[in-house]
């Protein structure tokens, strides 16, 4: 199990929070999403080591940026 | 027809837009809401007077505020 943490810019709601998991949890291999909306941190714990790119995508997908 | 303005607090984000408006809409007699994220006005066009209760109970289902 490996887990990575995120910093997602532009997230101001539960709205967004929910946005952004649903995106994330649709990466291969991602067992859960946890987001601190106050923070911005977006902790993954996936069954393998995610490529950056792929959780950037998900995140650009949902509509936020992912802090470089 | 009808057209009134309100004021709603906590709108945060387009996702907030659309959850207020949604509620909105199904207010009997409503035929168009229009939300203003950056002021929290929403304009109220309806085919009927609305009271002002009614839409407070529609923007407190959203999960806001209306401004008293």
């Known amino acids: ?3 990575a943490t995120y910093t ?3 997230m101001t709601c539960g709205h967004c ?3 952004v998991t649903e995106e994330v ?13 106050a923070t911005g941190k977006v902790t993954v714990t996936s069954d393998r ?3 950056v790119d ?3 995508a ?10 470089s």
């Not at 649709?26 to 909306?37: C, K, P, S, T």
């Not at 650009?60 to 802090?67: D, H, I, S, V």
């Open 25 to 37: 949890e649709q990466i291969e291999g991602v067992r859960a999403v946890d987001v601190d909306l």
């Open 49 to 51: 080591d995610l490529d």
């Open 54 to 56: 792929e959780v950037r």
């Open 17 to 19: 929070v929910s946005s």
């Open 1 to 3: 199990m490996s887990q």
């Open 8 to 10: 997602v810019q532009g």
């Open 58 to 67: 998900a995140v650009t997908e949902a509509g936020y940026q992912l802090a």
